[in-house]
């Protein structure tokens, strides 16, 4: 869909006088791809990475490598897309050797990893990880969700001056 909304903006008066940010997949665009959508005026993509270590993505289920998040983003930047990854840190079950293994290859693409963003877990009530969150190593306060919902997130102060969250 982000290609052909690309094509149908390359084609259209906006180019030149609208820029441009997606939520892209790694999993989804070709060199192709982000040669038309810088043409069409997107500016930076943000990727929903989660980690870059292989077993925590197998774990997440989310279908890629640490290899192709790399090379997605290497092409991305290529062609003059600025990227942003999204990370969770740390996912329930990580280990200290996957979240040093995160951090050194986020060392490693810089130069095609533009920025960083970095998320505590989010468990939702549909998702695995909500549903079953003891397989998961995943302890909930008992009033987590109605705390939840009104949780005030500060993005402003450093999370040492959030709330503690209630999981």
């Avoid at 993505?57 to 890629?64: A, D, E, N, P, V």
């Avoid at 997605?72 to 050797?97: M, N, Y």
């Avoid at 877990?121 to 990880?129: D, S």
Wanted: proline share 7%.
């Amino acid at each position: 869909a982000l290609t052909e909304l690309a094509e149908a903006l390359a084609a259209s008066d906006l180019v030149g006088k609208v820029f441009f940010c997606a939520f892209s997949r790694v999993d989804s665009n070709g060199q192709e791809d982000f040669e038309l959508l810088k043409r069409a005026g997107f500016i930076s993509l943000f990727f929903g990475i989660e980690s870059l270590a292989d077993e925590v993505l197998l774990s997440l289920s989310k279908g890629i490598t640490v290899s192709e998040a790399g090379d997605t983003l290497k092409r991305a930047h290529a062609a003059g897309i600025r990227t942003v990854g999204s990370f969770i840190f740390p996912t329930p079950r990580e280990t200290e050797k996957s979240m040093a293994l995160t951090l050194e290859r986020i060392r490693e693409l810089r130069g095609s990893l533009d920025s960083a963003l970095v998320l505590a877990a989010g468990v939702y009530p549909p998702t695995p990880w909500g549903q079953d969150p003891e397989k998961y190593g995943i302890k909930l306060d008992e009033d987590y969700l109605d705390r939840v919902i009104i949780y005030p997130v500060k993005y402003m102060l450093p999370l040492r001056e959030w709330p503690p969250y209630p999981l």
